[in-house]
């Protein structure tokens, strides 16, 4: 079953494919990691420790659920805590699958082929932990369906003016699009696997979600028109999710919040935070299963490239931050610039400045670009710093507003950092599943690049 030349190969651009790979090889070498590669002490520890987290996530919430949300650091005036950190730091975090399968896929980039199966099903687990955040910080989340336009004797309805509201249907709209995006792409591989698995439960289970795929010509049509209108549809989701989650905050009437940087600063944020986790996650990925013909120096050398491109804007909206309160001369504006620089929360924005605007700096070397260890560090304390800038935006415009009397300090629980290490475990566990029973790399589109390789040699 060979491909025909898919829509994402330029036909201009250095193939990224390491040399000396023919179709049966690609296929050998994913298809082997799914259907022959046995199941080892490592992946097994991994799985253990990761499921053992989700278990910890499991008895917060129970606990959550029987005691309430007092349980968490939240006070008056820090209402929002550690649920809307995370929150926006893990929506942030699924947009790089977004942009690298989506974007990449309508610009004709190559080198998005090795990373965008992973990075997919990234986005959907980020979406996924995401989710439990806002519905648990409601108080009462089996009331959750309030939040949507049901017919109901009450004639209640959400408010629709409300940004809170317009997260629910940003972030449904891009779960479900992300979803379906992830899945069309995993039919071709799905008949691959079930055509080369020599066990009968495994030929049914992927023969199922194969759906009746046979390769034909009407099939690959069918599957190129539903990719690129899924990617079209995408596409504008990368910036209006986030975009409608910095409304969350840039539409209060709060020193810190109420400023029109925040959408494009919070997009920018989100790709960057998301490659850094793409970058952090493929390292021990093609180290692991061998993949370094895959994923090549290129494709860590194009991420930490776009990393340094989306850390210059993250830093340009810090900078604009402070700037703005200055020159708009709102006295309360320069109190919270001031109070994040040298008050009590200081420590932590020096952090994250060190971590998302110092950092990055280094990746203007080549030579560090295509230093794994170097990438590896690098992508960690972007992921960190990240989640601190979060932590200030939350929490330094709320524990001092207007009124000095409400003034009050926010400490993290113990149940708040056991719920956000658990989602961490639901992650991780959800990957070390998707990347044993899966295709982590698409099997046909390299097939293709391939073909793209062999072709440009012929001409030559």
């Known amino acids: 079953m060979q491909p025909p030349r898919p829509a994402n190969g330029s036909g201009t651009s250095t193939p990224v494919l390491a040399p000396g790979h023919t179709f049966g090889s690609i296929t050998d070498k994913i298809s082997s990691i ?17 499921f053992a987290l989700v278990m910890v996530l499991f008895a917060s919430l129970g606990y959550l659920i029987v005691r309430g949300t007092g349980i968490w650091g939240i006070n008056a005036p820090v209402m929002w805590g550690f649920a809307i950190v995370n929150f926006v730091w893990w929506i942030g975090i699924g947009h790089a699958g977004t942009l690298i399968s989506a974007i990449l896929l309508l610009l004709k980039q190559p080198w998005r082929t090795s990373i965008n199966r992973f990075a997919e099903a990234m986005t959907l687990f980020a979406v996924a932990c995401a989710g439990i955040f806002p519905l648990m910080h409601m108080g009462r989340p089996w009331f959750f ?19 809170l509201v317009w997260d629910v249907f940003a972030v449904t709209t891009y779960l479900l699009v992300s979803l379906m995006f992830w899945y069309v ?12 698995a020599k066990n009968r439960a495994a030929q049914i289970v992927f023969g199922f979600l194969a759906m009746g795929w046979r390769g034909s010509a009407k099939h690959w049509f069918r599957y190129e028109q539903a990719y690129l209108l899924l990617a079209g549809l995408a596409t504008p989701l990368v910036v209006s999710v986030h975009t409608v989650v910095s409304f969350d905050f840039a539409v209060a009437i709060l020193p810190g919040w109420h400023t029109t940087i925040f959408p494009p600063y919070f997009v920018a944020g989100a790709i960057f935070s998301g490659f850094a986790m793409v970058l952090t996650l493929s390292i021990p990925i093609r180290s692991i299963y061998g993949l370094q013909d895959f994923i090549t120096l290129r494709h860590l050398d194009n991420m930490a490239k776009i990393i340094l491109a989306t850390g210059m804007l993250v830093s340009y909206g810090y900078a604009m931050e402070g700037f703005m309160a200055w020159y708009g001369g709102n006295e309360f504006e320069q109190y919270v610039a ?8 200081a420590p932590v924005y020096w952090l994250l400045l060190a971590c998302n605007v110092i950092s990055p700096q280094i990746f203007w070397f080549k030579r560090f670009r295509q230093s794994i260890p ?31 009397s409400s003034w009050d300090m926010y400490y993290p629980t113990f149940w708040d950092w056991a719920t956000y290490i658990g989602t961490i475990g639901l992650f991780v566990c959800l990957l070390f599943l998707f990347v044993r029973f899966l295709p982590m790399i698409s099997i046909f589109e390299m097939r293709a690049l391939q073909s793209e390789v062999q072709g440009k040699e012929q001409t030559t």
Do not use: C
């Not at 792409?185 to 080369?196: F, N, Q, S, V």
């Open 34 to 50: 799914v259907l022959a590669r046995k199941t080892t002490r490592g992946w097994m520890l991994g799985l253990a420790v990761s």
């Open 145 to 163: 369906y309030w939040l949507t336009p049901y017919p109901n004797t009450m004639g209640l309805q959400p408010q629709f003016r409300s940004p």
């Open 185 to 196: 792409g995993l039919i071709p591989d799905m008949a691959t696997l079930r055509d080369r």
């Open 338 to 345: 001031l109070n994040r620089l040298f008050g009590p929360y």
């Open 374 to 404: 170097v990438l590896f560090v690098v992508s960690l304390i972007v992921n960190v710093g990240m989640w601190l800038e979060r932590f200030i935006i939350v929490v330094t415009s709320l524990h001092r507003d207007y009124l000095p």
